[in-house]
């Protein structure tokens, strides 16, 4: 092989992934502002009937958490995205959001 060659071999060897690629993904789901949400007016009710008068409102959700094998954050963050856009959340009347951390971190 020539140097040009031996040189983009060598370029377009992949790269192992840093640690264990294992990570943690913790997944906020909600609906959006614009849907009724009668789970959160029933729960609000409840808190008031409680004595908590100072409650002006609740909105429910649900929350995920996603341990996952990635070569590096940002391919975690996209898995996680597809997830939630496929599966965990509906995207005609819910939200999400989510964050991406080692497990073990707090």
């Given at each position: 092989m020539t140097k040009a060659k031996d040189a983009k071999k060598k370029d377009t060897k992949p790269t192992a992934p840093k640690g264990?690629?294992?990570?943690?993904?913790?997944?906020?789901v909600s609906l959006k502002p614009t849907v009724n949400d009668p789970e959160g007016i029933t729960i609000g009710g409840a808190l008031g009937?409680?004595?908590?008068?100072?409650v002006l409102g609740v909105r429910s959700g649900r929350y995920f958490q996603v341990?996952?094998?990635a070569a590096d954050p940002k391919e975690a963050a996209t898995q996680v995205d597809q997830m939630c856009a496929r599966l965990l959340a509906n995207p005609v009347i819910e939200t999400y959001s989510f964050e991406i951390e080692k497990p073990g971190k707090k």
């Open positions: 264990d690629g294992t990570y943690l993904a913790r997944v906020y009937s409680l004595g908590f008068g100072g341990t996952l094998k």
